[in-house]
């Protein structure tokens, strides 16, 4: 079956713009979660949502980085007057929802703020 | 608070031979732990995982990693490295396996 998908697959944008990020997760998983992922770096947690609603936002920044899954399956990433820093790959992944279950991760969107 | 480290940016192995990918973390409970695999241009694909139980678990690609709760490590073996194994490799944490926290990755490169 199809895995998780993200689009744009690129994304190039000036720096104040806003730009949105979607993620398709798999069929029938309640569990839709976003990373951001910095050269050189691991992942980083930005938020996980339990069906429509955001069980746990913690990681996000700042109040520039919203995201939204209003029916439970596919959900965007938003983020306002885009920075330099902002720079990276967002990485979507989607679990089944139980505790422990396998996160299955997308290609990811790599963001270039110029 | 959560973390991980893997103390090796990149790790250089010839094909054929053993490898060891280091992980400690530190978190208060017993954690679940995961091993995921990145390859260029790929997504982050789950090797293995360990909840409860056995320590040592076994994985796909014939990867393993034994939890040690006394050195808080959860080091990734491999007995015969192949040179499709080249990649980046990262260790992870998590209360209940959700909200995951990351080390920041070894680079495997296998040399023929």
């Known amino acids: 079956g199809a895995g998780v998908s993200q689009t744009p697959s690129n994304k190039v944008t000036e720096k104040g713009k806003y730009v949105e990020l979607r993620c398709d997760p798999i069929?029938?998983?309640?569990?839709l979660y976003w990373y951001r992922q910095s050269l050189g770096q691991g992942p980083e947690f930005l938020i996980y949502?339990?069906?429509?609603?955001?069980?746990?936002d913690s990681g996000l920044p700042n109040d520039r980085f919203f995201a939204v899954r209003p029916e439970g399956s596919v959900s965007t990433l938003k983020i306002q007057r885009t920075e330099r820093g902002d720079s990276a790959v967002y990485l979507c992944?989607?679990?089944?929802?139980?505790?422990?279950?396998?996160?299955?991760f997308g290609p990811g969107t790599r963001l270039t703020v110029t | 608070a959560q973390s991980v480290t893997q103390p090796d940016i990149h790790i250089t192995v010839s094909e054929g031979a053993s490898l060891e990918l280091r992980c400690n973390y530190s978190?208060?409970?017993?954690?679940?732990l995961f091993w995921y695999v990145q390859s260029p241009g790929q997504g982050l694909q789950l090797l293995l995982k360990?909840?409860?139980?056995?320590?040592l678990v076994q994985g796909i690609k014939g990867f393993e990693a034994e939890f040690k709760r006394s050195q808080s490590s959860f080091n990734l073996r491999k007995p015969s490295v192949h040179w499709s194994d080249a990649a980046e490799y990262f260790c992870?944490?998590?209360?209940?396996?959700?909200?995951?926290?990351f080390g920041a990755g070894t680079i495997l490169r296998v040399k023929s």
């Open positions: 992870a944490v998590g209360e209940y396996g959700n909200k995951l926290v």
């Open positions: 949502f339990q069906g429509t609603g955001a069980a746990d």
């Open positions: 992944a989607s679990s089944l929802g139980l505790a422990g279950d396998e996160q299955y």
């Open positions: 360990y909840f409860s139980g056995d320590t």
């Open positions: 978190y208060g409970a017993t954690p679940y």
């Open positions: 069929s029938g998983h309640t569990a």
